[in-house]
């Protein structure tokens, strides 16, 4: 299903019907979309590249498979259908990152102590 351009409100909805984020991108700067999944306890899949290697490690906190291997794609799909051992770890793997380093309260604390190094 193509939705087109949905209002960022209805974002968490949509995501806490997924099973799984899907989006392996050749290229990706930060990737805000990956966090927002992370946050809705969806596990995320995508590609080794840009931002996105910051914060989803392979099996830790997200599932990454090289670009162009739609087979592999498939499998890392059917793989967290099917073992919901390390599906559960990633997601709370996930998730605990994305609080920890991500929510508006880590950001605003980061933030002030930046300002109050340059007093």
């Given at each position: 299903?193509?939705?087109?351009t949905i209002r960022h409100k209805e974002i968490p909805r949509l995501l806490n019907r997924s099973h799984v984020f899907a989006r392996p991108s050749r290229f990706e700067g930060f990737g805000l979309s990956f966090i927002?999944?992370?946050?809705?306890?969806?596990?995320?899949?995508?590609?080794?590249s840009g931002g996105i290697v910051?914060?989803?490690f392979d099996k830790e906190t997200g599932f990454l498979v090289p670009p162009d291997s739609p087979e592999k794609l498939a499998n890392i799909i059917l793989?967290?259908?099917?073992?919901?051992?390390?599906?559960?770890?990633?997601?709370?793997?996930a998730y605990?990152?994305?609080?920890k380093k991500y929510s508006w309260r880590s950001i605003v604390a980061m933030v002030?102590?930046?300002y109050k190094k340059l007093r």
């Open positions: 299903v193509f939705l087109g927002e999944a992370m946050a809705c306890k969806i596990p995320v899949v995508t590609c080794p910051d914060f989803v793989e967290i259908k099917n073992n919901a051992q390390i599906t559960d770890k990633v997601i709370k793997n605990d990152l994305v609080v002030t102590r930046e």
